[in-house]
């Protein structure tokens, strides 16, 4: 019997562990957020950096980039500026393309799948609401995948991102 209530707590407690380090980490409008992942042998580390931006205020560059990125609220949005990640401590170049754009980022979250992870980011609000699903491996950042949070499973955009095989210096 012992062993047996032993058994439901080691299995409750690994499901709540589990449960623990799947939440999304929440964004803050201006700053850093580190978010971070483990599959088998390999560590993943995403930091997004995100800024609020107010056209209003702003300059008319400033207030051309507000008007671009961000819905039109009236009021100021936060847009991520950097994403910088790391697997296995061994920095991957991101392409710009992969985070610009996206405003109001709420939360973040690095699952892996397969051999890849996935950084799952959710922004905006109501019909604006959003996912973005950038995919990378332990090489290089192989996909984004945007998608409205009212269905999540049909994607809106997506852009692969390719190796070049043959260097421009000929």
Known sequence: MRS???????LFLANAAFAIDDRPVELPADGQTVVEG???KQ???AMVTTMVMSGAKGSPDVAALV???CAAQGR???LVTGLEITVNGRPLAVPRSSFRGLGNV???KL???GKSFHLVLRGGDGAEGFVATIVFDRDRVLKRR???SLAPEDALEETTYRTQKESFDR
């Open 4 to 10: 047996l209530c032993g058994l439901f707590l080691g």
């Open 146 to 148: 945007l998608a409205s």
């Open 67 to 69: 008007e671009r990125e």
């Open 76 to 78: 100021p949005c936060s």
């Open 111 to 113: 699952v892996p799948k």
């Open 106 to 108: 709420r939360t973040a």
């Open 38 to 40: 483990v599959r088998a």
């Open 43 to 45: 560590s993943a580390r």
